[in-house]
């Protein structure tokens, strides 16, 4: 795995690769999400991401803000994110041969 | 900068991969208020689930991105006080210097350094994450645990006789009346508000300040993964744990709960407590309502004072 930071003291981050663990992964149903980034918040892995786009609206208009996407690399698959969801919007699939 | 910008766009400052537990919210609330503190930081993490699970490093490599170090379970307050009074002497007035520290080197083993470090005025951010016993060791009983609840060394028997025997410390209280310039409870549950009182506790220039956050262990006290944040949510809206702060015994309740649902509700989420009776629910009941009339009493008094 590339190492993408450096750390003050020591040889590096240490890091285990959680992502293995997954037995079950989140899936983002995206027509139903209103992008308000409760999984953001909640994800204790911190692998709900954010950038800026443009957002749905319910009456078919768009605005500028924040849209949220999971990354899968370091997700243990706790099921927090489809807990805490209030849309429903996103599902915990099982993970393949698990 | 919104709350939610700045949980998306603050680094992170904990390694991505660190091996708490599945669901873990203390590795939430451990990234959250190290995204908050940012890299102008030298915290220390001493023996508990969060040394445990790699955060203090390993083999030679470091488990985050800014200075952190491994103190003792009993000497943390003491040690990090040092490292203030070198900054200090250096003339580097800027840094943060914090503890993120388990309620095992909190409440019970540490509790002297960090009364020491209260009552001398060292300017240091002390945070403990409270889940009730020595969840890295095995799960044993310590002065923060819940009357009635199971752990390995207070164990339950076949006919639900057992338990801890001791009420839980009000420690919260207790480091508010140490005079100290911020105090404050949290939940991983209520980020926003988690938020706003560690930025607090940073603009705190001329002492200690405290901050106590609940979080329910789901591998020790037998919740399922997902629910990690609901069981900490019911903690609050139960009013078993009240989210006040506290400035100079000023204490203010900084979410009321209005219409608190029954203990029973909040207890029922986890199966350490799932042999007690109803007469034992009851009294943890009386329990919570009688220091949350506390609280308010004191509320009440810092208002007119």
Known sequence: MEKSYKAPMGEGIYEVNTGDWRIQFPEMDKTRCTECGICLMYCPVNSVKAGYGEVLLKNGNTRQGLV????????????????????????????NKR | MTVMEKLAFKEDMISPGISACIGCNVELTL??????????????????????????????QSGAKPPVFFPLLDNTASMLAGIRLGYNAQGRTDINVVAFAGDGATVDAGFQALSGAAERGDRILYICYDNEGYMNTGYQRSSSTSKWAWTSTTPVNASGGGGKRQHKKDFPVIMAMHDIPYMATASPAYIPDLVAKVEKAMSVTEGLAYIHIYNPCLTGW???????????????????????????????????????????AYI????????????????????????????????QVSQEG
């Open chain 2, 222 to 264: 037998g919740i399922p993964s997902d629910q990690s944040i609901e069981a900490a949510r019911k903690a609050v809206q139960s009013r078993y744990f009240p989210l006040f702060e506290s400035s100079r015994r000023k204490i203010r309740i900084t979410r009321k709960v209005k219409e608190p649902i029954p203990v029973k």
């Open chain 1, 68 to 95: 949220y996407t999971i990354d899968l690399s370091y997700c243990k698959g706790c099921g927090v994110c489809a807990q805490e969801c209030p849309q429903d919007a996103i599902t915990m699939k099982r993970e």
């Open chain 2, 31 to 60: 990234r959250t208020v190290m995204k908050i503190l940012g890299p102008n930081t030298v915290f220390a993490v001493p023996p508990g689930c969060m040394g445990g699970v790699g955060v203090v490093g390993w083999n030679k």
């Open chain 2, 268 to 299: 029922q989420a986890s199966k350490k407590f799932r042999h007690l009776d109803d007469e034992q629910i009851q009294e943890l009941q009386e329990l919570t309502d009688e220091r949350y009339r506390f609280l308010e009493a004191m509320e």
